[in-house]
């Protein structure tokens, strides 16, 4: 038999691991990985929604995948496109992109690694497990 204060002792050694895990601050790859899922998301929910204004249809397709090289050149389109400047989502939507791009760009330059660089990947995604999880 294992000693109650033992186990106690034990079970609050594991609380206090999972809690520690959970503070550990977000690294530049989960960061930038979050984000793109956020804005993808949010892109797909523009496009679906009923009450949508017409100049939504002709943005660029924002697929992003942070593993490939494209995605910059992706999100610069993105943000440069002149169109829909008066849909208050489409505003939001560029700017969590351009933010996006400088993180990628200047703070975690160094700890991102591109596994591809087909930009034709961005224009037709096969749905992935990375993008599902």
């Known amino acids: 038999k294992i000693p109650r204060t033992k186990m106690l002792l034990s079970l609050l ?5 999972a809690l520690l895990v959970r503070a550990a601050p ?3 790859y989960s960061r930038v990985l979050s984000l793109s899922k956020e804005i993808t998301e949010s892109y797909k ?17 924002l697929y992003l995948d942070i593993h490939n090289y494209c995605v910059l050149t992706k999100l610069r389109d993105f943000v440069a496109y002149p169109r ?3 849909v208050l989502e489409v505003s939001d939507l ?4 351009r933010s996006l791009y400088t993180i990628m760009i200047s703070y975690c330059r160094r700890d991102l690694a591109f ?3 087909d930009c034709n990947a961005l224009e037709s995604p096969i749905q992935t497990s990375i993008e599902s999880s």
């Not at 050694?13 to 691991?17: D, K, N, R």
């Not at 523009?46 to 397709?61: G, I, N, W, Y």
């Not at 560029?94 to 992109?97: G, I, L, N, P, S």
Request: hydrophobic letters at 30%.
């Open 115 to 117: 596994l591809t660089d």
């Open 26 to 28: 977000p690294t530049c």
């Open 45 to 61: 929910e523009l496009q679906t929604s009923k009450a949508k204004d017409p100049c939504v249809e002709t943005l660029p397709r």
């Open 13 to 17: 050694a594991l609380l206090s691991a």
């Open 94 to 97: 560029k700017e969590k992109a």
């Open 84 to 86: 829909c400047e008066r």
